[in-house]
T-cell receptor, first 116, second 112 residues
């Protein structure tokens, strides 16, 4: 089992606030991902990174931004939260030197964000 | 990546085998079949994957038909803790590695 941590677990915040969702992993994984999931719905990839200083947008457009200054850390930021940002945000990582079909994703427990 | 089709929900009695089907009729030769599950309010958890041979690990078995157009995930002795959403994903890696497409999955309910 990979150790991947997300904080906070739950966040309730007012409209217009700036927020940062934290994601850290201690397994030395080079690839990291952010997914967004509404209740009972599919997961959508919103950001990914293949290593330090690498960030890419995913398949679902998102107003959030990410950074990857350290291998173990991949925070997601919303500059001005809105009710439409209410969702669950899931962070994942996968190990180095494993690409393609044998790659496995390890997920954190998620952050449930509610914007009032 | 090929799309998959799964039943929206299934029930299983505790202690019995749970057999979860998945159709992937447009799968191409280099695509693997992956299974993940998501227990309520948690992140998805990897279960198993395979290309064309049947696979078994400590969690489950994966049976892939000879034409590779469908597969079945088998939980041999389901427990209440196996209640979750099960996702079948086909994935080839390459330039899209890591970018798995999670559909709506199958909600498996294990009852006493």
């Amino acid at each position: 089992e990979a150790d991947i941590y997300q904080t906070p677990r739950y966040l309730v915040i007012g409209t217009g606030k700036k927020i940062t969702l934290e994601c850290s992993q201690t397994m030395g994984h080079d690839k990291m991902y952010w997914y967004q999931q509404d209740p009972g719905m599919e997961l959508h990839l919103i950001h990914y990174s293949y290593g330090v200083n690498s960030t890419e947008k995913g398949d679902l457009s998102s107003e959030s931004t990410v950074s990857r200054i350290r291998t173990e850390h991949f925070p997601l930021t919303l500059e001005s939260a809105r009710p439409s940002h209410t969702s669950q945000y899931l962070c994942a990582s996968s190990p180095p030197n494993v690409q393609g079909p044998n790659e496995k994703l390890f997920f954190g427990s998620g952050t449930q964000l509610s914007v009032l | 990546d090929a799309k998959t089709t799964q039943p929206p929900s299934m029930d299983c009695a505790e202690g019995r085998a749970a057999n979860l089907p998945c159709n992937h009729s447009t799968i191409s030769g280099n695509e693997y079949v992956y299974w993940y599950r998501q227990i309520h309010s948690q992140g998805p958890q990897y279960i198993i994957h395979g290309l064309k041979n049947n696979e078994t690990n400590e969690m489950a078995s994966l049976i892939i038909t000879e034409d590779r157009k469908s597969s079945t995930l088998i939980l041999p002795h389901a427990t209440l803790r196996d209640t979750a959403v099960y996702y079948c994903i086909v994935y080839a890696g390459g330039t899209s590695y890591g970018k798995l497409t999670f559909g709506q999955g199958t909600i498996l309910t294990v009852h006493p």
